[in-house]
């Protein structure tokens, strides 16, 4: 197994173990996810990723184990402090407000940052975060390549336009360190390829972090520098796309045929 790549310290997590009354369903997970690279976290339905996820966010408080965010530890902080931190995250649910404009969506997710400040500064959004919110919302428009969408509301869109408009929701917060929950969920080849060229392309302008959950394996192997595979609440593997396309342990565990 070789190491991460990547010296900028993004979110870490050693020892993480949550349970669910007697059921494991992380145990003693361990990972790196720095900045200014893609990494995923892989693994059969039901392996615990998205119960890492919550825990990172801060929607789980973990039986045991410490998660760091910039060096910091956050492990007893609420999502709210982490965001404000700047951590952001898709669910594998797309929760849109289907009746908003595109636009009116993506500005959301920078207004968003104000959540957990103080009371009348969310009240009295002052001109210059209004001006942010306006620039966050142009950038975001055209790096997702949905500016012709601007003025639909979301519950008239595709799934892939739907996908598109989530991730620019979050990329509309500024965030440094993105959590994407399955993205490519009901998406075809064509929409998650595009999907994957626009995740890339943010961490390189932006020099982001990305812990990529995903079962789409060939959007894994093609955007990720680094990956960890889960089975059971276990890392059972840690390599490079090539290093865990070669490895018997995860194909035996999960990858099967899908791996060659
Ligand atoms: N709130 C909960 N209460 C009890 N058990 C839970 C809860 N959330 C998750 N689990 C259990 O924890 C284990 C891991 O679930 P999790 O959803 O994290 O897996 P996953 O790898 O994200 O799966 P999938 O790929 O299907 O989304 C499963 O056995 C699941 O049943």
Known sequence: MSQPLGDSPGLGVQGLTIRFGGNTAVDAAAFEAPLGRITGLIGPNGAGKTTIFNACSGLLRPSEGEIRLFEKDV????????????????FQQMDLFDSLTVEQNIAIGREARLAGSHPLKQLLCPPAERKAVRQATEEVLELCGIRELRHEVAGSLSTGQRRLVDLGRVLAGGFSMLLLDEPSSGLDTAETGRFGAIVTRVVAERCCGVLLVEHDMALVMSVCDYLYVLDFGQMIFQGTPAEVRASEAVRAAYLGTEAA
Do not use: E, I
């Open 75 to 90: 492990t007893g902080r609420p999502p709210s402090a982490r965001a404000q931190l700047g951590l952001g995250r898709t």
